[in-house]
């Protein structure tokens, strides 16, 4: 639309399509429209995002700019058309209720590393997800690996099964935090935990933060540990004990084929591994990949 247009409707229409889900586009509407003192709602549904805006023609053009120009990390805009319309008498803007349309689809985030706030979070003693490691905002944590079906929302997920707890229930509620409508949010009330289990007895051994030091030692140990993740087990043990090494190569009939080495940070890697600027940049992006370096003698 031209903005002859767009200046002298006092409505719009507008259906997005992209990457919109699951990366905190819905609040970052939410937020825009506040800012701008527009009125009206946004919803997904499964053929993208949908968004009705009423207010002065200055603020829904500067609304369209927002759109693109400040755009959550995450967030990629494929097409948007934007329509006029006549206003709607809207009062408030709101979050409306997903809904779900036959053979529609949407492209979907991957899943993302932890970001620096839940970061500080997870080491924070006073807070209360302290070493809780299903840790997630708006900006990291499962988003293709826990999705069933479109549109993104809590229900469609595998985090269908942890109703929330009134601390992330008001979070998830509110406007100002940054894990409002992020859908994985979780903590240790109410979301998933750890436990551990020997082979030998399927019963739990422990749990929570006991049995993620009860693995630790295993791993020490020279053990070979199945990890469940989000997406599936990794098969785990101490790359600095040959014999452990050996016996996962065994198991896995893996002779000669790599294995992935974690390391807890670049200055580790840098140690072990001979880095160039680019596999450094990889290294430390969003989806935090596992990248084929050369090593150190
Ligand atoms: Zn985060
Ligand atoms: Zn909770």
């Not at 839940?118 to 997800?129: G, H």
């Not at 006991?210 to 540990?225: F, M, N, P, S």
Request: proline letters at 8%; charged letters at 25%; one cysteine or more.
């Amino acid at each position: 639309m031209d903005t002859q247009t767009i200046a002298e409707a006092q409505g719009l229409r507008l259906h997005i399509t992209g990457v919109v889900q699951g990366v905190g586009f819905r609040p970052f509407v939410y937020g825009l429209a506040r800012r701008l003192g527009l009125a009206g709602w946004v919803r997904n549904t499964s053929a993208g995002v949908d968004i009705e805006a009423d207010g002065p023609a200055a603020a829904l053009d500067a609304f369209l700019t927002a759109l693109r120009d400040e755009l959550p990390p995450l967030a990629r805009i494929d097409s948007l058309s934007a329509a006029p319309r006549p206003a709607d008498g809207y009062t408030t803007f709101d979050i409306r209720e997903s809904r779900a349309e036959a053979n529609a689809f949407q492209p979907i985030s991957p899943d993302v590393a932890v970001c620096d706030d839940c970061r500080r979070e997870l080491f924070d003693p006073a807070d209360r997800r302290y070493r809780y490691p299903f840790i997630n905002c708006t900006n990291c944590g499962p988003r293709f690996t826990i999705i069933r079906d479109i549109p993104y929302d809590r229900p469609l997920t595998t985090m269908a099964g942890f109703p929330l707890c009134p601390d992330c229930a008001a979070e998830y509620a509110d406007p100002l935090d940054r894990r409002f409508h992020a859908q994985p949010v979780a903590c240790p009330v109410c979301g998933p935990r750890l436990w551990l289990e020997r082979p030998e007895d399927a019963s739990e051994q422990a749990s929570g933060e006991d049995a993620l030091q009860a693995t630790r030692a295993l791993l020490r140990g020279g053990a070979i540990v199945a990890v469940k993740g989000l997406g599936g087990f990794h098969l785990a043990c101490d790359a600095t004990n040959d014999t452990a090494v050996a016996e996962l190569r065994r198991r896995k009939l893996r002779v000669g084929k790599p294995f992935a080495v974690m390391l807890p940070d670049l200055a580790a890697a840098r140690r072990h591994c001979l880095l160039s600027p680019a596999e450094e940049e990889l290294l430390l992006s969003r989806a935090r990949p596992i990248v084929v370096v050369r090593r150190r003698a």
